[in-house]
């Protein structure tokens, strides 16, 4: 089931991202504005397009955030790889999304201060 879903949502995600996707969608809300006349701008008719865009916006959340976290889990994947290479990086980096918001804040800091000793000597 995991898989099957993760199969869709990818593919989901590729299609709804294309121009054509967009292009679909743009010609099927002209498509609705022009029909307003010929519906005497209804509440039915005006129901058919939120209720639609409603449905899909629901059902897209869910598969944008599968995309994401997909993604963001692939490149901590590859940032580790990365550090595990690297021979005087912090190995305890590797899992620095584990980390509370404090160790983040102070890790930041120190990485700030580096950068500043390194601006200052880049100057002189």
Known sequence: MHEVFRRIAHKT?????SSWAFMLAFLLVVVWA??????????????????????????MVFLIQNTQNRD???????????????GP?????????EMEDSELEMLE????????LKDRRDRN
């Open 13 to 17: 995600a590729e299609l709804v991202g």
């Open 34 to 59: 022009l029909t307003g006349p010929w519906f005497d701008y209804s509440n039915t008719w005006q129901l058919v397009i939120n209720t639609g865009t409603t449905i899909l916006t629901f059902l």
């Open 72 to 86: 963001s889990h692939a490149v901590h994947l590859k940032l580790d790889e990365l550090i595990k290479a690297i």
């Open 89 to 97: 990086a912090r190995n305890k980096l590797i899992d620095i999304e």
């Open 109 to 116: 800091a120190e990485f700030r201060k580096f950068r500043e």
